[in-house]
Nanobody, 117 residues
Framework: VQLQASGGGLVQAGGSLRLSCAAS????????MGWHRQAPGKQRELVAS???????FYDDSVKGRFTISRDNARNTVSLQMNSLKPEDTAVYYC????????????WGQGTQVTVSS
């Protein structure tokens, strides 16, 4: 499985950005697709995820602002980020968990999101 992420960029606080991730290869082995982020000097954290069955998870810090959407037919997952804050600045990574696995084992390349105050 390969993941190709796109989107990101520089935006002012209060603005919006959309990240997209396309999966290819043995996509039927994937259950959960998620977006993680890592800010400078901080650990990587899970921001949002979506299971193949449509169950979504959001970290408390982004609830009400970010929306994850998944298209199983196109093997894509997107993250719509609204009301962005400077603390959302980080490198964002798309990742996938296979069925029966607890860890995210497939990672896309990171994409930088910078929110200016």
């Amino acid at each position: 499985v390969q993941l190709q992420a796109s989107g990101g960029g520089l935006v002012q606080a209060g603005g919006s950005l959309r990240l997209s991730c396309a999966a290819s290869g043995n996509v039927f082995s994937i259950n959960i697709m998620g977006w993680h982020r890592q800010a400078p000097g901080k650990q990587r954290e899970l921001v949002a995820s979506s299971s193949r069955a449509g169950i979504s998870f959001y970290d408390d810090s982004v609830k009400g602002r970010f929306t994850i959407s998944r298209d199983n037919a196109r093997n894509t997952v997107s993250l719509q980020m609204n009301s962005l804050k400077p603390e959302d600045t980080a490198v964002y990574y798309c990742a996938a968990r296979r069925f029966g696995r607890e860890e995210y084992s497939v990672w896309g390349q990171g994409t930088q999101v910078t929110v200016s105050s």
